[in-house]
């Protein structure tokens, strides 16, 4: 399957534990990303959240950057049981481990909780959160927040993609 930068959302039904989930794939294009997050976050129950592992070095501040909006979105926060990471493309030879792009985000984040706090981000209502992420006094840390945030390695693309860690993730968020 072909993988590309999206400018509309799709969605599935997926059933878990004889619930139906609405799955939305949101555009991760930032032009127009935060407008179809604005539009579902009200019902969001969790956020999957793709992370290109081989590209993540160079994207490092990016990626930090918009899981630090959607983490401090008091809208999402109030309604998100859980946050779960993947780090996809795991078969090409650079790409990072899940540990790794959690350890870099976290430090990252630690960076981010200082810029974000003097600073007003774009015009959108979600970029423009002043919510504290983690411990004040402490050093950044995913476990510190009151969802939980699991992080998880996957291959998307192999013709028998192992999608053990969504569906297990899917079926406890049912």
Known sequence: MET???MKEN???YFANEKKLKLIDVPGHERV???FIDGYKNSAKGI???IDSATFTKDLRDVAEFLYILLTDGSLGSKVKSVIVLCNKQDLPLSKG???????LEKEMNILRTTKSSQLEGTSEIANNNTFLGKTGKDFEFS????PV????CNLKSENPDLTSVTSWLTKLA
């Open 4 to 6: 590309f930068t999206s």
């Open 11 to 13: 969605t599935i039904d």
């Open 33 to 35: 990303r935060y407008k």
């Open 48 to 50: 999957i959240f793709m």
């Open 98 to 104: 899940a540990q790794l792009i959690k350890s870099q």
């Open 144 to 147: 510190h927040l009151n969802v």
């Open 150 to 153: 699991l992080f998880e390695q």
